[in-house]
């Protein structure tokens, strides 16, 4: 979706995407029990939370994380607008 990127809804727009292959996954023909979240870098700080909310997600899979909540915290990065 063409869109600004910002950090403030990474998380719930991820839920909300998992959330719609789960609402129609019959149409789509997709077997909830076998979904995967993939994140490389901040997407990957994302899937993990993301399952973290969804139980039905029972694979992660993250490369070259990028811990943000770290980085926040150490005072690393300024002005992010993440509330994780």
Not at 6 to 29: G, L, P, R
Not at 45 to 68: E, H, N
Request: hydrophobic fraction near 50%.
């Amino acid at each position: 979706m063409p869109s600004e990127f910002t950090f403030q809804n990474c998380i719930e727009d991820a839920i909300n995407i998992v959330n719609y292959f789960k609402v129609n996954a019959w149409s789509m023909n997709v077997d909830i029990s076998q979904i995967a979240l993939f994140g490389h870098s901040m997407g990957g700080s994302v899937a993990l939370k993301v399952a973290t909310q969804l139980p039905f997600v029972k694979k992660v899979f993250v490369l070259s994380i990028w811990d943000i909540y770290k980085a926040a915290l150490d005072r690393k990065i300024k002005g992010t607008l993440c509330n994780w």
